[in-house]
Structure formats: C-alpha cells, structure tokens
C-alpha cells in the first residue's frame, strides 16, 4: 500500500474516533449522512446519479431488474475507485479480476452455513452487550421469524465487518449489488427487497 493511502487512513480512523466523541446528529441528519456516506464515499463521487447509469454492471452478477440508484453499485465501480473503502476491498479480496461475488472467501463466507449460525450467536452477544451498556446499538437484531431473512442479516453484517471492520448503524457501507444478489439467491425473500442493512 502507497504511504500516502495509509497516512490518508490514519486521518481517517483520527477523525473517526474525534466523530465518536461528539454528540449525537438528529435521527434525519445521520439518516442523509449514512446515505451519501454509502454510495459517495465508497465511490468517491459528490453526488448519487437520479438514475442508474446504463452501463453501471461489468461484472455481469449485479441484479437486471430495477433497483435504486444509490444501491446500483457494481464490484467494477469498487475497483476502478481509490477511496478508503474502496482500498478496504481490496484487502480483503486482494488481486482478483472475476465478480466480487464469485470470489472463494466471499463465496465461503455466504454458503458456510455452520459458519454463519456461529456468527450469529457471537454478534447477537456483542449487540446485547452494546444495548446493556447505553442502547447505542438500535437495531432489531436477529429478531426474524423468517430463518432466510436471518442468514442475509447475518451475510451483509459479516461482510461489512470483515472488510471494513465497522460495526453499528452509523457505520453501514453498501454491500455491492453483485454480492446482495448471490446472498439473496441463496436465502431467498418472500418480501419485494431487502438490500441493504444497517450493520
Ligand atoms: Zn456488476
Ligand atoms: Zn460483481
């Protein structure tokens, strides 16, 4: 990794945890940040497009059908960035020129079943521990009647963690439209669309 990348991300973890320590924005305020925070810093542009721009997908696994333009985010537009979370990914995946989605440790770790029960005993304690100690941690947990709705849930905090290592509902950063679409073909919804989630 380039010096100057690094040094860029000792600034940004500075200032996250500076961020940490001040109060709290109001509900609409954080609900605008996490938005232009997903789609604009993971791509490093000013603003999301009104409409999904038509050439959006080169890796051919993102979804055909319509979606939102903030969620239309293909593995190809993470790699051609060279943001922070970009560079995130990179780690994680390393050199690699296939879909994200197809990669062996995202493929793992979304068909790994066993792996994926485990982790949902270990981040549900982590959230109960979270709520016991100021309730900073609002989300609905693993509260789902539906057990498929449980291992997407599962699927996008895992991946959000181990390749960011953020946690927390503040901290969500879209999983590409590529890997939604693999986890979602795999634990399949009823419901019209869950496509991101709050981790
Ligand atoms: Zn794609
Ligand atoms: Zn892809």
């Not at 605008?32 to 051919?60: F, Q």
């Not at 770790?109 to 100021?134: C, H, P, T, V, Y």
């Not at 679409?181 to 019209?192: F, T, V």
Request: with cysteine; charged share 30%.
């Amino acid at each position: 990794m380039p010096p100057s990348r690094r040094t860029a991300r000792q600034a940004l973890n500075n200032k996250e945890g500076n961020a940490e320590e001040q109060q709290r924005p109001p509900p609409e305020k954080r609900k605008k940040s996490i938005d232009s925070y997903n789609y604009c810093t993971l791509l490093g542009i000013d603003a999301v497009p009104e409409n999904v721009p038509t050439t959006w997908c080169k890796c051919h696994e993102c979804p055909t059908r319509e979606i939102p333009p903030k969620d239309a985010i293909c593995c190809s537009m993470i790699r051609e960035s060279d943001t922070e979370l970009a560079e995130n990914w990179f780690s994680f995946i390393g050199e690699f020129k296939g879909c994200y989605a197809t990669h062996p440790k995202i493929q793992n770790l979304i068909k790994n079943k066993e792996e994926l029960d485990s982790f949902m005993i270990i981040d549900g304690i982590r959230k109960m521990q979270i709520a016991e100690e100021g309730g900073r941690d609002p989300i609905r947990g693993y509260c789902f009647t539906d057990r498929q709705a449980g291992y997407r849930f599962a699927c996008y905090r895992k991946i959000t963690m181990l390749v960011h290592q953020r946690f927390g509902a503040e901290n969500y950063v879209t999983t590409p439209a590529c890997i939604v679409e693999a986890i979602r073909k795999l634990y399949p919804s009823n419901q019209c669309v869950v496509r991101n989630v709050e981790v």
